[in-house]
């Protein structure tokens, strides 16, 4: 679950995309939402929902409609409101599709958006909410079934604003996870001898996180068509896990009931850092093409720190210490878009990501029992190598309609089957679909 943490940082370096209207567009352009101007922008600088007042979409990724909403101008305020059906992980991020990196789903219940002028300046704000939990209370217990009592939440506010005539936008947002989790098991099975023995145990364990992160985007056009894009963002984050385990044992092996035990605690601190710096342009090389890149790199830096304490019943206390370390490079990584309008009503967009990585990981520790230390084994992993991502994509516009779409290369390779919508073929035991993902958007006018 550690590493998966550290994954979970590095993949927040490249993706910088949410679930909306237009995150098809965004991903098919080459992951490059710092780059567009679009309505997939409220999501990383809350300000530009001012930019688009009157809007209603929803997003359709494999085969589920993940979001719907939209937001409306009313007086001089813009509101907006998002449904997200999809759930994610606890984790670092603050954008939405974000939350990698934990064994912990979150089901996103809401996210609110505000926009206004102040000044000569738009701001605008996000509320997002995330929670759920479970409880079974049997009595009484079934054996091997345990009772349980469960919470899970999340919340995020992010501000932004743009200044300086549009050119400069920049958001902050800062976010807090927690979840308990309660456990009462009761066990029963034979023994050797066919005596009964039974094993029952409460577990508690709570985990919070805190996270921060700040982002910001230079428009400096060079011309009518050429702007260039400086952007830079920086993520703090860090989380605490807490599990407490004690166990009770009643053996009737031998006659009269023999009571044991044991007890477990285990505490994990860690931290990390994000670091993003980007160069990018946004070129209009004629009415009907455009193209974006963005040139950068990326830094992620990961540190933990394990502890457990474990005492058995009439033996000295155990304790074990990790410390993990990792970092992850990403110098440099290229992100390149184009996008034509073919027909009025129809645009082609094909986009790349290039990333060039580097990572270290680094576990060490050490156990005591009673007065004795004693070294735990050293782990040092290495890694370097290139990293590809290729995107093809369509956008119908009839009106104020638009459907874009991110084509599915089995469908290209296979052909349309019109009853079902998949491919004729079926590879590695599943069919594709003819899109691996649609967004639609209407804008109200």
Known sequence: MKKALLVFFVLSLVIATAATATETRVTTMGENNEMLKDEHNIWLYPSTINMYPNVMGGHVSEGTFGVAGGHWKIGESVLGAYFDAYSSYVGFGTDPDDKDGGNIWLRNRINLFYGQQLADMPIGLRLSM?????????SPQEFSDPNYDNSYNRFEAAFGVTAMEGKLDAAAAFGMTSFTEERNAYDQFLSDVDNDVFRAF???????????????????????????????????????????????????????????GFYDEYEWDNSGTRFNLGVGTNYQASERVMTVTDLGLGFVSYTGEESRYSAPNATPLTLRTVTEEGQFNVVPYIKAGLEGEVKKWLDVRVGMVSEWYSEE??????FLSGTTTTAAPNYLHKAYGPNTRTYLGTGFNFGDLHIDTQLDARFLNDGPYFITGRPQGDYDGEAGWWATQVSIRYDFN
């Open 361 to 366: 990981w680094d576990q060490s520790g050490s």
């Open 202 to 260: 409460d577990r508690t364990a709570s985990d919070g996180s805190f996270d921060f992160d700040v982002r910001l985007r230079y428009w400096h056009e060079m011309n009518e068509k050429w702007t260039v894009i400086p952007h830079v963002s920086f993520e703090s984050m860090s989380l605490t896990t807490i599990q407490k385990t004690p166990f009770n044992f009643a053996s009737t092996a031998g006659g009269p009931i023999n009571t044991m």
């Open 130 to 138: 995330w929670g759920h939990g479970d409880s079974q209370e049997d």
